[in-house]
């Protein structure tokens, strides 16, 4: 169901590298609700990613940009202000990747110029990606700008690896800078703590498989999905709310309140 909540608004859209992206579930429904933007990803996943196909159902401009190079960003908020006719009014940040997850070191054997790359694109992006909307005054009052993060950020997840430091590192600027951009400028930034997610990201955690279903059964109203969390963007996209902000916000089936489950219990019972 649409509810026009996104009439009027525009905005600038990171991370829909295929359509089981977060990213892309919360493009499609943001453009159900009436909302315009510019897609935009690392140029090397662009050749990989089907964003194309996006773009032309969501009737969409990409702009290439490498979310850890202050260049490209500036370039990116420049002529995506000038393609959908005025300031923004919202921002996903739907970005994560670690080197050391990919070439399969453990937590216990980082080497740290894998370690340095994974939070520059992962964690400090973020803050790269605000302060280019904010030198710019790219933003609109009330304007609404979220990230991605997991709940390894808080307690401990061993194959989460390095990502559960820059998910901390994270949440941590959205405070930050979310303070600035409310003082100045009117505008709210928030961290959706989401559930296990079937994505390309996701996958590459080590025993997803095991890991996804375990939360599941953990979670009173089971995992959340990335159309669900597209949904729950939508919403704070949208003037309903207005004064949330500086808040890492666990969208999550319940996961994060929960101690233990009837189901878990049961399958350490021994009869
Ligand atoms: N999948 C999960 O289980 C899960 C759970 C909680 C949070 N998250 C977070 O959700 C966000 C989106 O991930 P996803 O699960 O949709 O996976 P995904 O793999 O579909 O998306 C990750 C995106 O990051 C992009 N990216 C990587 N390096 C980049 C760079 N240098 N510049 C710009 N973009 C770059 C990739 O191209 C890709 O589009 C991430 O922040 C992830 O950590 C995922």
Redesign the pocket.
């Known amino acids: 169901m649409a509810y026009n909540l996104l009439k009027g608004k525009r905005g600038i859209i990171?991370?829909?590298?295929?359509e089981?992206?977060?990213?892309w579930k919360t493009a499609e429904r943001v453009h159900e609700e009436g909302g315009t933007f510019v897609l935009t990803?690392?140029p090397i996943?662009m050749r990989m990613?089907q964003i194309k196909e996006l773009a032309e159902k969501t009737g969409s401009e990409i702009i290439p940009?490498?979310?850890?190079s202050e260049e490209d960003l500036n370039n990116l908020v420049a002529k995506a202000t000038e393609i959908l006719g005025g300031k923004l009014d919202f921002v996903l940040h739907?970005?994560?990747?670690s080197v050391n997850v990919r070439k399969g070191r453990a937590y216990t054997d980082e080497k740290y110029d894998f370690t340095a790359k994974g939070w520059d694109?992962?964690a400090l992006?973020f803050h790269k990606v605000m302060q280019s909307l904010y030198k710019a005054d790219a933003m609109n009052q009330w304007g609404s700008i979220v990230?991605?993060?997991?709940m390894a950020a808080q307690r401990t997840f061993p194959d989460y690896n390095d990502?559960a430091d820059n998910?901390a590192y994270l949440e941590s600027v959205a405070r930050s800078f979310g303070y600035f951009f409310g003082k100045e400028k009117q505008v709210r930034v928030n961290t959706i703590?989401?559930?296990?997610?079937?994505?390309?990201?996701?996958q590459g955690?080590k025993g997803f498989g095991g890991f996804i279903a375990y939360a599941d059964k953990m979670s009173p109203l089971g995992n959340a999905t990335?159309q669900d969390c597209a949904d729950y963007t939508v919403s704070l996209f949208s003037d309903l709310t207005k004064k949330v902000t500086m808040q890492n916000l666990f969208h999550d089936g319940g996961f994060s309140n929960t101690g233990v489950s009837q189901e878990v219990i049961e399958h350490f019972t021994e009869e």
């Open positions: 990171f991370g829909a590298l295929d089981n992206s977060i990213a990803n690392a996943a990613g940009a490498d979310a850890t739907s970005i994560g990747m694109v992962s992006s990230a991605l993060t997991y990502m998910k703590s989401q559930s296990p997610t079937p994505t390309t990201a996701g955690v990335a």
